[in-house]
């Protein structure tokens, strides 16, 4: 089971500008599970991502007390981020508290 459900949160949900959205998305990284797991080459390597988009998605991350190139060792290889936000949603009655629950809930 996946510990830290700020991984399963989606990107549309960081607050980052139009652009650094669109590139990441346009990259098929809809969860922030899959942003941390890369490395900034990685992320600079993303078309129209560059330096500036790169500072502010680590900037976003951080307040989130994540970073770039983590390794997630507690998601079993079958489980997706999908899976884990729609598990959520089901136990939640509001989409407040599905959010409160992946800030919140730790480790």
Do not use: C, W
């Not at 089971?1 to 590139?23: E, H, Q």
């Not at 507690?74 to 989409?95: G, I, M, Q």
Request: proline letters at 3%; a positive charge; aromatic letters at 8%.
């Amino acid at each position: 089971m996946l510990k830290d459900y700020r991984y399963a949160l989606p990107v549309r949900a960081l607050g980052l500008s139009s652009r650094a959205l669109r590139a990441l998305i346009n990259d098929n990284l809809a969860f922030v599970g899959q942003v941390v797991e890369k490395t900034e080459t990685y992320m600079l390597g993303i078309p129209n991502f560059g330096q500036k988009l790169l500072d502010e998605v680590k900037i976003i991350l951080k307040k989130m007390g994540l970073h770039l190139n983590t390794v997630i060792v507690d998601r079993p290889d079958n489980e997706t981020f999908v899976t884990v936000l729609k598990k959520l949603s089901a136990e939640s009655t509001t989409h407040d508290e599905v959010y409160q629950r992946i800030f919140f809930v730790r480790k």
